[in-house]
């Protein structure tokens, strides 16, 4: 493709010289200025011709008229895109786009080679999914943005679901008679702050309830090692970080001939739709991912346009969804 074969953009100036109007009453229909006297014949004869050209807002020279620029930029933490993310972000791009904003995402990488899109995209609010340290909001705040990072672990205490979800998971292992469990952990790096924390709990949930504890990181390639290992030592049940960490375990117990739940029950943790298609079934723990993105969509418009702040924060009480597996 030539450059001759890119077409211009259709700019206000030449819908005015196409209709023979001043390029200011153009650009009050266009931008919908208040207070301007332009008769519904005029504005409807602007709008049909911007149609009829293919006429496009240019958001950077509207960001700059209007100082703002309708992007709520929200930072994630370096962790796998995984069926929990997904719906938190679903459901905040969702609200979000009702109000007329758009949500872009970015995850900063420790590399840190990529020029940070709050300085690119001048978004009207930069939210985090956890708090920023003191030197990012700074660094934030200086690009000219605003910046909301709630601290959900403050507000919530222990009922945040990472701190909920496996104290769920070994008691209803306790309560089907199992004695001796374990925690099947993930091997991602990215993780290992959040799996140390539901694998704490987990481990003191066990301990309180008098059963023999023990874990493992697991992946692709170590889950038929971990199974071999745990029935060796007496497990009879085994709790996975989340569902895709449960579902290795799975089919590992499965392929190596260990019945399910007969000799070894198994449950996971966010009830992604993988739960409910496997054979057997997993059971696991369901929290409400897209009540936080709900939440946090609030939070954004009470920031960017003054509306009701958010009456509390989200539950984030896990449910045990018991299956075929446990």
């Known amino acids: 493709m030539t450059n001759n074969d890119v077409r211009r953009r259709v700019t206000a100036a030449d819908i005015a010289r196409s209709l023979g109007l001043s390029r200011a009453t153009v650009g009050f229909v266009l931008n919908d200025t208040p207070g301007q006297t332009i008769s519904p014949a005029t504005r409807r004869r602007v709008l049909d011709e911007a149609a009829r050209l293919g006429y496009r807002p240019h958001l950077g020279a509207r960001a700059l008229a209007s100082g703002q620029s309708r992007v709520i930029?929200?930072?994630?933490?370096?962790?796998?895109?995984?069926?929990?993310?997904?719906?938190?972000?679903?459901?905040?791009?969702?609200?979000?786009?009702?109000?007329?904003?758009?949500?872009?995402?970015?995850?900063?990488?420790?590399?840190?080679?990529?020029?940070?899109?709050?300085?690119?995209?001048?978004?009207?609010?930069?939210?985090?999914?956890?708090?920023?340290?003191?030197?990012q909001a700074r660094t934030i705040m200086d690009a000219g943005c605003r910046v909301v990072s709630p601290d959900l672990a403050a507000e919530l205490g222990t009922d945040l679901e990472h701190a909920v979800g496996p104290r769920v998971q070994i008691e209803h292992l306790a309560e089907r008679g199992h004695r001796s469990v374990a925690f099947a952990s993930t091997a991602d790096?990215?993780?290992?702050?959040?799996?140390?924390?539901?694998?704490?709990?987990?481990?003191?949930t066990a301990e309180s309830l008098g059963l023999d504890f023990t874990s493992r990181a697991v992946d692709e390639t170590t889950a038929a090692d971990a199974v071999t290992g745990w029935l060796a030592g007496g497990v009879t049940a085994v709790a996975g970080y989340n569902d895709d960490i449960a579902s290795l375990v799975l089919g590992a117990a499965l392929r190596g001939g260990t019945p399910v739940p007969g000799q070894l029950a198994i449950i996971g943790h966010d009830d992604t739709p993988l739960a409910r298609r496997l054979v057997p079934s997993l059971s696991s723990i369901h929290v409400d991912a897209a009540g936080l993105g709900h939440y946090f969509a609030e939070l954004a418009l009470h920031s960017v346009e003054g509306r009701d702040a958010p009456v509390a924060p989200p539950t984030t009480r896990a449910t045990l969804v018991a299956r075929e597996s446990s």
Request: glycine share 6%; aromatic share 6%.
């Open 73 to 135: 930029l929200l930072v994630l933490p370096d962790w796998p895109m995984d069926y929990s993310m997904r719906e938190h972000i679903d459901e905040a791009s969702t609200a979000l786009d009702e109000a007329g904003y758009s949500l872009v995402t970015m995850t900063p990488h420790p590399s840190g080679r990529a020029r940070p899109l709050w300085e690119t995209l001048q978004p009207d609010l930069v939210m985090g999914m956890v708090p920023f340290s003191a030197d």
């Open 189 to 204: 790096p990215r993780l290992a702050a959040l799996a140390g924390e539901r694998e704490s709990l987990a481990r003191a």
